[in-house]
């Protein structure tokens, strides 16, 4: 009795494992969900039918397994040219494999699953097991006489011929196939004898291999040994030039005292100093060579006196603010008897604040004339732009302060 169906890569199914109950097992499902699949894999398993489209698509094989209840797992396994089954005895560690066994699948397989077809008097076989929506099971397809010989092959003579038949049949196949095994022997054992050098021909092999590998020694040998050849190769050259060398200079006498060379060393040391300098010099002279003539000098005499004045003046304002900041910090004179000095005072205090405000008229002409002086002789400079004498820029400020210098 079957108790577990296992499908893999048939038809629909990729995996799929169903555990069978002890009555009944009823699989339900929309329409094309792979439930006939599982019907067809038990025929295929029953009967290795002819090949079909049993293989899923993608895969290389189909197989289904099932187990029995008294723990054997049979499966049929199929590719694309050949068919075979495998048989697992309980605790064995592999399979049994049964392969080129024809078309009917092979008695070992069909005593273990007991799922053989009923074999009638015509020679027709019916199938009591399993059916399917377009072959139901046994009769119901089955016309009026198949029926009647299959209940005529219940009695036991009827069932006595069928198995003298079956006897009959398997005692012819297995002389046929006993002259085929006989036959296949003679086949092998000329075979057999055709390889009898096979024993010196391994022997030949294994010493081919052993040469060859010394030959890939030797060939792994080879770069090493070109290098060593070709440096042997230079290493005579080179000797042959040196030979060459020393019979020339074998005839040579000794070579002079060499000359202090000290002294020529500080010369020439010296020319390179004169010759860097001379560089210099040219270079200069070419730089001076492209100067315009220098422009004629302003006089700055006049400039001179009138920045001297102009000191001057600035000095005295800076007294005369200095006197009349003391004086504004004075409080009012008081009266005094006798006003003749008073007067006098007075007189001189008025003469005094003339003189001031004539200096400061006077000093503010001298301010509007360092003016337009500086202006003018800020704009002689930049015309002269550098001095004629040094070369170096020109400075109003210092010439101003009085530094006598223009140069900065």
Same mark, same amino acid.
């Given at each position: ?141 089955? /016309? ?115 000359? /202090? ?148």
């Amino acid at each position: 009795m079957i108790s577990r169906i296992v499908l893999e890569n048939f038809m629909a199914h990729e995996r799929t494992e169903i555990d069978l109950g002890p009555g009944l097992t009823v699989l339900t499902g929309p329409n094309n969900s792979g439930k006939s699949a599982v019907v067809e894999g038990l025929r295929c398993l029953a009967s290795n039918p002819a090949p079909k489209h049993f293989i899923r698509h993608g895969a290389s094989r189909a197989r289904v397994e099932a187990l029995l209840d008294n723990g054997f797992r049979v499966a049929w396994v199929r590719s694309k040219t050949s068919a075979i089954y495998e048989v697992w005895a309980p605790g064995a560690d592999g399979p049994e494999t049964y392969a080129k066994f024809g078309r009917r699948p092979p008695g070992d397989v069909l005593d273990l699953l007991k799922l053989d077809p009923v074999e009638l008097e015509t020679g027709q076989e019916i199938d009591v097991h399993l059916g399917n929506q377009r072959e139901p099971v046994f009769l119901l397809n089955q /016309p009026p006489s198949a029926a009647a010989a299959f209940f005529a092959a219940s009695t036991e003579s009827v069932h006595l011929l069928a198995m003298q038949n079956l006897l009959k049949r398997k005692t012819l196949e297995a002389k046929r196939d006993e002259a085929a095994h006989a036959r296949r022997m003679e086949d092998i054992a000329r075979d057999l004898d055709r390889l009898g050098g096979l024993p010196d021909l391994a022997l030949d092999l294994e010493l081919a291999n052993a040469q060859r590998d010394r030959l890939d020694r030797l060939e792994g040998l080879l770069p090493g040994l070109e290098a060593a050849i070709s440096a042997r190769l230079d290493l005579e050259s080179d000797l042959q030039r040196l030979q060459q060398a020393a019979k020339a200079v074998r005839g040579l006498g000794e070579p002079p005292g060499l000359w /202090p060379a000290r002294p020529l060393e500080q010369i020439l040391d010296q020319g390179r100093g004169l010759e860097k300098k001379q560089a210099r010099a040219r270079a200069l002279s070419a730089g001076l060579e492209a100067l315009a003539p220098p422009p004629d000098l302003f006089p700055t005499t006049a400039l001179a006196q009138a920045a001297a004045a102009g000191r001057e003046l600035r000095a005295g304002l800076g007294r005369f603010k200095a006197q009349d900041r003391v004086l504004d910090g004075l409080q009012q004179a008081p009266t005094l008897f006798e006003t003749a000095r008073l007067k006098d005072l007075a007189l001189e205090l008025s003469r005094c604040a003339g003189r001031i405000a004539g200096l400061g008229a006077g000093l503010e002409a001298c301010g509007r004339d360092i003016g337009s002086l500086r202006r003018r002789i800020e704009k002689r400079l930049a015309e002269i732009g550098a001095c004629p004498t040094c070369g170096s820029r020109m400075d109003l400020g210092r010439f101003l302060d009085g530094e006598g210098h223009v140069c900065s």
